[in-house]
């Protein structure tokens, strides 16, 4: 299929019979279950090893259950608090109120910090200076509330709460009642992150000596993760609260990492919650961003130093992907606006606009030549087509068409397809996964990206009965093909080996990758200023 010949949901077999069972694979290009639920396909020879990986990285729905929480937990803050202020005498409430104020101000900002202020007069034993205080706060809430209005009536999303904007622009299909919230291989080992409703992340890998759990006060509401490439033991994470980088020693036998293993980095005012976070391919650099800020960051984690990347405009950036070559960056708005940096030229960048909404859900091909993308109000994908040497495609063209369809399954309806909920690109770039907002199913694609992109239907993925596909994520590293993991909404993870040739094997020339990314060099010896100053200026 050429790009702009329009495939269309109508050109996939029927889902599988078998499905129910919980199994499924891809072998020759053909989507295959196992009636008896028992997995006895065991794939093209050579593949025990990877079944047997397989099985150790499993979750189960059980699991996936909120977990009890200790002495320690996230409520105590403020319902501890609250329970003491019953009880003090009134000279120790002016202590309490800027102890409180305090603490949330370190951990959730200062206007929260002026809300907790601000409802002071809750407490028995009100004095004349808390009531000041209290006045005070609310003065300020106000001025803040009424120009924030105006600008939030240019961009309505900013009126939401921290946890209502990663619900709307996480790639899972429902943040708020999904048991796992996102997931994150290693890119070069199959290690397995799972964020889990309870903000636990549990790590899991073949070769660990223990599945370690991390939890830190101040890791909630967790929006995405992301593995340092090149490094087998560091995972930000971007949540609620900002930016946390936790450092996960593969040969530790702790189930529980200490504080000591993380380190929250402080984000600038506006810059929470996180909704993205990339690190560049070789590892050096993290960009972090925020629905709630028209800022990306640029970490280096190492030093902790950070440059801000600002265009005025889009009311935020929800999403960021850096291409496989490093040589460009995608920044997706809120608004119809997203923007494509080229990294190599000073920073510099393109923008474009979308016909209507925003653009929710994106990938790169290997080599940076190809993005695809779609928007929250259009049932298609679309393709934007980088030249190797420079400059872009004068227009984004559409490339398959994902709109709803009715199909009978052993005499039951069942709706495929409408607006699309994510993308996953394998990073061999040869298959491509579908999900949608109102169905139940995952389409998969093959790939081609020589002599020019293609797209072949190769079936329709379903869960058991009863669940839906929350989020998906590609492992990268794979001896046979390919391994697509989804988190269901009962809480279990599936992975579904598919088994293909790749086709740098059948066809041994070389992909082309544009050359290294000269910017890690510099960030370490030059300033944030003389690196982004002269890009920055620019409109």
């Known amino acids: 299929m050429n790009p702009g010949g329009g495939s269309s949901l109508l050109e996939f077999p029927l889902p599988l019979a078998g499905a129910s069972h919980g199994f499924c694979c891809e072998y020759d290009a053909t989507l295959r279950s196992d009636a008896s639920g028992g997995g006895g396909f065991e794939g093209p020879p050579g593949a025990g090893p990877l079944w047997a990986c397989l099985r150790v990285l499993t979750v189960s729905a059980d699991s996936a259950e909120p977990l009890s929480v200790g002495a320690g937990s996230l409520n105590e803050p403020s319902g501890l608090l609250s329970a003491k202020n019953a009880f003090l005498p009134p000279r120790q409430e002016r202590q309490l109120q800027m102890r409180r104020a305090l603490s949330t101000w370190l951990d959730e900002g200062f206007f929260s910090a002026l809300e907790s202020l601000a409802s002071t007069s809750e407490g028995r034993f009100t004095t004349c200076w808390a009531r000041g205080l209290e006045g005070v706060a609310r003065a300020l809430l106000a001025t803040y509330r009424m120009t924030s209005n105006i600008h939030s009536s240019f961009n309505p999303h900013l009126m939401l709460s921290g946890e209502d904007m990663i619900a709307r622009f996480s790639p899972n299909r429902d943040w708020f009642g999904s048991k796992i919230r996102v997931m994150a291989w290693h890119p070069h080992t199959l290690k397995l992150a799972v964020a889990f409703k309870t903000d636990q992340i549990q790590v899991l890998g073949q070769d660990l000596l223990a599945s370690p759990t991390l939890k830190y006060k101040r890791q909630r509401g967790v929006a995405c993760l992301a593995w340092r490439p090149l490094n087998g033991s560091e995972l930000a994470v971007g949540c609620l609260t900002g930016l946390l980088i936790w450092t996960v020693d593969p040969l530790s036998v702790a189930a529980r990492p200490s504080a000591s293993c993380v380190n929250f980095l402080p984000t600038p005012p506006g810059h929470a919650p996180v909704t993205s976070l990339n690190w560049d391919p070789q590892g050096n650099l993290l960009l972090s961003a925020s629905a709630a800020d028209t800022s990306m960051i640029l970490w280096n984690t190492a030093s902790e130093t950070k440059v801000p990347l600002r265009r005025v405009g889009g009311g935020g950036v929800h999403s960021v992907a850096w291409s496989p070559d490093a040589t460009k960056v995608l920044a997706a708005t809120p608004s119809t606006v997203f923007r494509v940096w080229d990294t190599i030229n000073q920073w510099n960048h393109e923008r474009w606009n979308v016909l209507a909404g925003h653009v929710n859900t994106a990938c790169w091909s290997p080599c940076g030549s190809f993005l695809l993308f779609s928007t929250n109000q259009e049932p298609l994908i679309y393709c934007l087509n980088f030249h190797p040497v420079g400059g872009s495609s004068a227009a984004a063209v559409p490339v398959a068409d994902m709109s709803q369809i009715k199909i009978d399954v052993n005499g039951e309806v069942i709706n495929i397809g409408g607006p699309i909920q994510s993308m996953k690109w394998n990073s061999m770039g040869e298959r491509l996964a579908v999900s949608f907002k109102n169905s139940d199913c995952i389409a998969l694609y093959c790939t081609t990206l020589y002599p020019t992109l293609g797209l072949s239907p190769i079936g329709l993925i379903q869960g ?74 620019r409109s």
């Not at 070389?510 to 300033?527: A, K, R, T, V, W």
Request: proline share 11%.
């Open 464 to 537: 058991l009965e009863g669940e839906s596909p929350m989020t998906m994520e590609f492992a990268h590293k794979c001896d046979h093909g390919a391994i697509l993991s989804v988190a269901w909404s009962s809480g279990r993870i599936q992975h579904i080996p598919l088994f293909y040739v790749p086709l740098i094997e059948r066809n041994p020339a070389p992909l082309i990758i544009n050359p290294d990314f000269e910017i890690h060099n510099s960030f370490h010896g030059q300033s944030p200023t003389q690196l982004f100053s002269t890009p920055l200026a």
